[in-house]
């Protein structure tokens, strides 16, 4: 059961962060401009905010395995819509689709490893996860590239791309994730699922607590720190290739793929060297370190030479790595009930990646791309101010030498 779920964040990054690489086709195939692009991860990334919550109370009504089913038939149903008919408006339906998936896989997965794991092993799962979480947005724009680039005439690659239109080979990206989604479909057919008795901080309250939560100003300022998170990862990853294409001159398919790969590669690593520093730091401070570097790595790339951007882009990703665990910890530390609730709150606020991506293709069509991406200074500014105004009720809790000694602090 662990490996499924690791297998189920594994897929849900595959399919959900190879957009970025995509961009330039897209935009170039069905002849979009900058602000039609973004309407694609606006609907995939609104269904978030619109199942996030409902998704809760579906994981109570009717149970884990029967949600993760519909979750992956609901991709799967996406996926072979944009594979069998590959135009704009069946593509704007599709990812909503997938995107609804998505969202109810999250909702799903995160208690289960909690079971199946064991609690006591529950930390050491979830950093794991996220590891193989990252690692699947670091080979998806890579399997991309091989697909499209491959000219050998015979192998995977070109099986998969003669399925594909002519002049449109990223479709056959999504034969590959229908079959992604049919084979975990079997699998969790044929899986037994343990029993899960949800904590206080899983389970879901009724409309009317979240409603109450909703009011109270702290998760309003908390909420909008997840919307500009999300907005600011997806702002970034999604027009790196587009931005390197035209300020650049780089081929998408192949240079503006790997760099979105390295971008998500060293929000990885980023993630692992942030587990480290705030077992020694007030994680308020982290997240204030972290965010000014990722800010000034953006001006560079955004203003600096062609292989600044190169290296830049991706290191936004490396510093941006621990914004979304410590604004997520800093808020459920900053209320003292209804964390399950809370938490459903902060989950829409993935609806951020819908929001500011379509913002800088509106922006980018208005002033120039460049001048779109800018939009995420305001963003960034956003998230780095929660580590100036952030009080919460319990702080992380960190090691001291002191003496020689190591002496643990809350």
């Not at 330039?24 to 694609?40: E, I, M, N, Y």
């Not at 009724?206 to 990862?233: D, S």
């Not at 979304?324 to 009930?337: D, G, Q, R, T, W």
């Not at 069509?365 to 780095?384: A, V």
């Amino acid at each position: 059961m662990v490996a499924l779920i690791m297998l189920t964040f594994f897929v849900i990054s595959f399919l959900t962060n190879i957009f970025g690489p995509l961009v330039p086709d897209l935009k170039t195939g069905f002849g979009l401009s900058l602000t039609t692009v973004a309407v694609l991860p606006f609907a995939f990334f609104i269904a978030y905010g619109v199942m996030s919550i409902p998704s809760g109370m579906l994981v109570e009504k009717y149970g884990m395995k029967r949600n993760m089913i519909a979750a992956f038939l609901m991709a799967f149903i996406g996926s072979l819509l944009i594979a069998f008919h590959p135009d704009y408006p069946t593509f704007v339906i599709s990812l909503f689709l997938i995107g609804s998936g998505m969202a109810m896989l999250q909702v799903v997965i995160n208690p289960l490893l909690r079971t199946a794991g064991g609690e006591e092993h529950y930390a050491f799962y979830s950093i794991l996860a996220q590891l193989i979480f990252g690692a699947a947005s670091f080979v998806s724009p890579w399997v991309y590239t091989a697909i499209v680039t491959d000219s050998s005439g015979t192998g995977f690659a070109s099986t998969v791309r003669a399925l594909a239109p002519a002049g449109l080979p990223w479709v056959s990206m999504y034969w590959i994730f229908t079959a992604i989604c049919m084979a975990m479909l079997a699998i969790i057919l044929v899986s037994r699922f343990p029993k899960v008795e949800l904590t206080e901080e899983e389970r879901p309250g009724a409309w009317k607590v979240h409603l109450e939560l909703f009011r109270n100003r702290t998760v309003q300022l908390y909420f909008l720190g997840l919307v500009c998170y999300v907005g600011t990862e997806q702002g970034v990853a999604n027009w790196i290739s587009q931005f390197l294409q035209t300020y650049h001159g780089h081929d998408p398919a192949t240079t503006g793929a790997r760099t979105v790969a390295y971008f998500w590669g060293l929000m990885t690593a980023g993630g692992i060297l942030g587990l480290v520093l705030v077992k020694i730091m007030d994680s308020r401070k982290v997240l204030i370190l972290f965010t000014t570097m990722a800010m000034a790595c953006l001006a560079l790339a955004l203003f600096g030479s062609s292989n600044m951007a190169l290296v830049c882009f991706p290191l936004v990703g490396f510093f941006a790595s621990v914004m979304y665990p410590i604004v997520f910890s800093l808020a459920l530390n900053s209320v003292k009930e209804h964390h399950g609730s809370f938490s459903g709150i902060l989950c829409t606020g993935i609806a951020g990646g819908a929001i500011v991506p379509l913002i800088i293709g509106w922006l980018g069509d208005q002033f120039g791309l460049r001048m779109g991406m800018l939009f995420l200074f305001l963003t960034m500014g956003y998230i780095l101010s929660v580590g100036f105004w952030a009080r919460p009720l319990i702080t992380n809790q960190t090691i001291s030498l002191k003496k020689g000694e190591l002496a643990d602090k809350s």
